[in-house]
């Protein structure tokens, strides 16, 4: 069974470093790119970036260029998005998921979801 | 970047009808047009890729059409596990981009 486990919830401080991870299992997990989506309160979807696992090539949105990083540990079928300084505007809802076969594809397999809450 | 429209933003309906959801994009991204069912507090679930191929498991009462600019979603006979928000998204181009949504809510 394809499964993409997500890290728990955070609450942050404006400033403070954050990364969050994506576990795959079920699946052989370095041929298969991951996309992060962002769903910022009562709002809609928003894609962020892609990662192949195989070669960690990386994709952006410009949207998110320069705002976080998408990386991926393979040793460990993990994929991860991280900030550096937090806003916030970053105060989410963050979505990783398995796109179907190439990087242009749907989304066919999504984590669960982690909840990133940034307030002073 | 190209922009993805669906309309209605809110739809009534009651258990049974058959609904509709139009998504248009700003330019034509022939069928690479999928569609998304998302709940309240759950991650939103494929449902219908490349305009109108449907995935294993989701009911045949939803269908999807088009090609190009203008792409539909139908839900042929409403029932109240549908009640939810649905989006479009187009995978023809990096970025990827999705609808504002469509929340179909209970009449």
């Known amino acids: 069974e394809v499964q993409l486990v997500q890290s728990g919830a955070e609450v942050k401080k404006p400033g403070e470093s954050l990364r969050i991870s994506c576990k795959g299992s079920?699946?052989?997990?370095?041929?298969?790119?991951i996309a992060w989506v962002r769903q910022m309160p009562g709002k809609g979807l928003e894609w962020m970036g892609i990662i192949y696992p195989g070669d960690s090539d990386a994709t952006y949105s410009p949207s998110f260029q320069g705002q976080v990083t998408i990386s991926v540990d393979k040793s460990i079928r993990t994929a991860y998005l991280q900030w550096s300084s937090l806003r916030a505007s970053d105060t989410a809802m963050y979505y990783c998921?398995?796109?179907?076969?190439?990087?242009?594809?749907?989304?066919?397999?999504w984590g669960q979801g982690t909840r990133v809450t940034v307030s002073s | 970047d190209i922009q993805m429209t669906q309309s209605p933003s809110t739809l009534s309906a009651s258990v049974g009808d058959r609904v509709t959801i139009t998504c248009r994009a700003s330019q034509s991204i022939d069928s690479w047009l999928a569609w998304y069912q998302q709940k309240p507090g759950k991650a939103p679930n494929l449902l219908i890729h490349?305009?109108?191929s449907l995935e294993g498991g989701v009911p045949s009462r939803f269908s999807g059409s088009g090609s190009g600019t203008e792409f539909t979603l139908t839900i042929s006979r409403l029932q109240p596990d549908d009640f939810a928000t649905y989006y479009c998204h187009q995978y023809k181009t990096h970025p990827v981009t999705f609808g504002q949504g469509t929340k179909v809510e209970i009449k």
């Open positions: 998921t398995r796109v179907y076969t190439g990087s242009l594809d749907p989304f066919d397999y």
């Open positions: 079920g699946y052989s997990f370095t041929s298969y790119w």
């Open positions: 490349k305009a109108s």
